[in-house]
């Protein structure tokens, strides 16, 4: 089993900048790629950023060039950096993390951007 546990949401204006953590414990060994996930009310939950054990990373289109995913293996600890918000990245945020077999998610954090 994994454990994740979510940090750094909150209330920011449009045009400002958070940054979200999530720190992996349990089968750590087991993970393999470890990314960001938004649902805003009434839609579906999408992938936001993701990177792999090795360091690839991929993004939605909407967040390219304002967010950034990095991953500290050393803390098993992967992070968000998000620039540049606008309102429409208004959603609760989760951790994902993969193994071959199973997803894992943290509990969510919450971001919301005023206009």
């Known amino acids: 089993q994994v454990q994740l546990v979510e940090s750094g949401g909150g209330l920011v204006q449009a045009g400002g900048s958070l940054r979200l953590s999530c720190a992996a414990s349990?089968?750590?060994?087991?993970?393999?790629?470890m990314g960001w996930y938004r649902q805003a009310p009434g839609k579906q939950r999408d992938l936001v950023a993701a990177v792999t054990s090795g360091g690839y990373t991929n993004y939605v289109d909407s967040v390219k060039g304002r967010f950034t995913i990095s991953r500290d293996n050393a803390k098993n600890t992967v992070y968000l950096q998000m620039n540049s918000l606008k309102p429409e990245d208004t959603a609760v945020y989760y951790c994902n993390a993969k193994s071959q077999l199973n997803d894992y998610w943290g509990q969510g954090t919450q971001v919301t951007v005023s206009s």
């Open positions: 349990g089968s750590i060994f087991s993970i393999n790629t």
